[in-house]
T-cell receptor
């Protein structure tokens, strides 16, 4: 089945630093989604991307849909302690079925105050 | 404000007990999902449903079962809990082209 390779697996940064993480696939995706999971909670949708080359921002977060449609990037600027959590990329399965999402394995972000 | 609710949030139960994890959503979504999340963070799809009376097994084999008698309700049942079932269970729903909406999860510990 389809797999999403998400990197890095974990990051330890100082408050105020910028963060960058990415997701790649061997298959083409028509939609890229980025989620954040706070400790003890379910994932929450941060940004949705629907078009190759699309660049979308949500506050300090910026995500891009790669031109090849096989990758996506998420950047966080000027990190703060509440950015701590697990970040997942996701996209719908191919083959005409949009009913199931494939998730990356997640990036665990720790921000030191 | 949550539109998808999971209960209980935490459950500690003895081996061999039957348990049901509840999931309800008020958004009228047709598609619902159960994920198991291991300590390594990865999300594994164990069950999904396209609508009432529709249930399918996911990518990860699970001894649990699900039912979908009403659109808003998608409970997960373990007939005989074992320590290997200890995990975080996340329920989600989806409508058309939008991403999933997740519940807060149930953290299950079987002792």
């Amino acid at each position: 089945g389809q797999q999403l390779n998400q990197s890095p697996q974990s990051m330890f940064i100082q408050e105020g630093e910028d963060v960058s993480m990415n997701c790649t696939s061997s298959s083409i995706f028509n939609t890229w989604l980025w989620y954040k999971q706070d400790p003890g909670e379910g994932p929450v949708l941060l940004i949705a991307l629907y078009k190759a080359g699309e660049l979308t921002s949500n506050g300090r977060l910026t995500a891009q849909f790669g031109i090849t449609r096989k990758d996506s990037f998420l950047n966080i600027s000027a990190s703060i302690p509440s950015d701590v959590g697990i970040y997942f990329c996701a996209g719908p399965h191919s083959g005409g079925s949009n009913y199931k999402l494939t998730f990356g394995k997640g990036t665990l972000l720790t921000v030191n105050p | 404000e949550a539109d998808i609710y999971q209960t209980p949030r935490y459950l500690v139960i003895g081996t061999g007990k039957k348990i049901t994890l509840e999931c309800s959503q008020t958004m009228g979504h047709d598609k619902m999902y159960w994920y198991q999340q291991d300590p390594g963070m990865e999300l594994h799809l164990i069950h999904y449903s396209y609508g009432v009376n529709s249930t399918e097994k996911g990518d990860l084999s699970s001894e649990s079962t699900v039912s979908r008698i009403r659109t808003e309700h998608f409970p997960l049942t373990l007939e005989s809990a074992r320590p290997s079932h200890t995990s975080q269970y996340l329920c989600a729903s989806r409508q058309d082209n939008y991403g999933y909406t997740f519940g807060s999860g149930t953290r299950l510990t079987v002792v």
